[in-house]
């Protein structure tokens, strides 16, 4: 239908329930986001991902804290429940109902695929354990998760970091699929990746991560936030010894909160060989300054749970308006149906509407700037997924040999692909002997 209305966009952005939100997550996940939120062009939906919460954590009262806190921080730092959609995953029901529809459409051997679940194998095989040891099933499962939180608002957009851009690429799939066969209910969501977003150091230099307990808590009291800032670890130049801006952490951390032309003296006052001490109380007023209006309201936040969780249910209330009826048409459309309506409407297949898919190779590019493949099979699951390339040549050559020799890629090729097993590459060898020979001669 025909608008005279400019396109909005959908974008989708969660964060897990897990911890108390650090200057990382503030510059890198928070800050950007509420930004963005401001555009007339966008519509915005935050989340709080405490379903995801349950994969690495089994404390309760630690998921409840972080959630009280995370939620704190999104509206102590500018971001407008009346203006975007802000809820509590687990006010959605409808998200673990869509999780299961999608589940049995999710190819087991691209879930075998997923970083987390193949770095948690590699740790316990190099320990000489059992590869699927303490490996629950939600660590496993949770691609299928994510994807039903994306699909559930048709996002067209997702801000996530690097190590998150494979499970956007699994999220199109099983999209993909599930519209193969039911008929085109999902928009194909795309990874936004902000190479221009900070990534904090830490404390001691390396990422600001609770695993490494070297982070700075983003609304830790005032004076507290100023001890922390005094304990990062700077090397040991005197003052009126030049200093590096390039390694520093307190460089870094500063950068992020700086304007250009702070930046630039911070920068001209390490060539001169300002004081550690100095720098540190510079850090320590620059972030206060900018900090500090918004620690008073998370802590009036904080103080009044209830203001929160009125906020969150009106959020639920507000996203349930699309995904109730959305979930009503998936059921409807994967013959989840009232006897009611007839034998006619129970019997009745679903129009496919994508019976023009073909098995086939897929070339793109990531936002990583290099170059990748996959191949297809005619109901758009992945069978092979390429790494990354410098050039589309690299990869050209490589789907030319796959094509020219199937029975060759274990051996000859196996280090340009994501790893599969006997059975996927026996499915995948059949599918490249077609493409090969399309018209079935010998």
């Known amino acids: 239908m025909a608008s005279s209305s400019p396109k909005v966009t959908r974008y989708l ?9 650090h200057l990382g997550n503030y510059v890198g996940s928070v800050r950007p986001s509420v930004q963005a939120s401001l555009r007339d062009d966008v ?6 991902a405490d379903y995801h919460a349950l994969i690495k954590c089994d404390e309760p009262a630690r998921i409840q804290r972080s959630t009280l806190e995370i939620a704190a921080t999104w509206l102590a730092s500018g971001l407008d429940p009346q203006r975007v959609t802000f809820y509590r995953q687990s006010d959605i029901p409808e998200i673990p109902e869509l999780t299961w529809l999608l589940t049995c459409v999710s190819a087991k051997g691209m879930l075998n695929r997923a970083h987390a679940y193949k770095a948690a194998v590699d740790k316990n095989v190099a320990r000489g354990e059992d590869p699927d040891g303490d490996v629950s099933a939600g660590l496993f499962m949770y691609p299928v998760l994510m994807a039903a939180d994306i699909v559930m608002f048709n996002a067209h957009k997702v801000p996530v970091g690097r190590d998150q851009a494979q499970h956007l690429e699994m999220t199109r799939d099983i999209a993909q699929r599930f519209n193969h066969l039911y008929g085109e209910h999902f928009t194909l969501p795309e990874a936004e990746i902000d190479d221009a977003v900070a990534l904090l150091p830490g404390l001691d230099g390396r990422k600001m991560s609770k695993s490494y307990d070297n982070t700075i808590p983003l609304f830790a009291p005032r004076a507290q936030l100023q001890k922390l800032i005094a304990g990062i670890v700077t090397d040991s130049r005197a003052p009126g010894e030049p200093k590096d801006t390039e390694g520093s952490a307190l460089f870094q951390i500063y950068q992020a909160f700086a304007s250009e032309e ?4 911070l920068r001209r006052a390490f060539a001169e060989g300002i004081a550690w001490g100095e720098a540190k109380q510079m850090l320590f007023e620059r972030i206060d300054r900018e900090i500090a209006p918004k620690r008073e309201r998370y802590e009036a936040l904080i103080a009044d749970p209830s203001q929160i969780e009125a906020i969150l249910l009106a959020g639920a209330e507000k996203a349930r308006e699309i995904s109730r009826p959305f979930m009503s048409r998936l059921r409807h459309a994967v013959g989840l149906r009232s006897l009611a309506t007839g034998a006619k409407a129970a ?8 019976k023009s898919s073909k098995a086939g190779f897929k070339q793109y590019r990531e936002r990583d700037g290099l170059f990748y493949f996959k191949l297809q099979d005619e109901q758009g699951s992945t069978l092979l997924q390429s790494l990354g390339f410098q050039t589309p040549q690299e990869a050209g050559r490589i789907i ?3 094509q020219q020799s199937p029975q060759e890629f274990v051996n000859s090729y196996a280090k340009f692909l994501e790893p ?8 995948a060898v059949k599918v490249l002997e077609a493409l090969a020979n399309p018209s079935g001669d010998e």
């Open 347 to 354: 019997t009745t297949k679903p129009a496919k509407v994508s």
């Open 43 to 48: 519509q915005s939906f935050y989340f709080l």
């Open 400 to 402: 030319g040999a796959l």
């Open 13 to 21: 952005t969660g964060i897990t329930t897990t911890g108390t939100p």
């Open 262 to 265: 702070e930046t630039a003296a």
């Open 420 to 427: 599969i097993d006997n059975q996927e590459a026996l499915t």
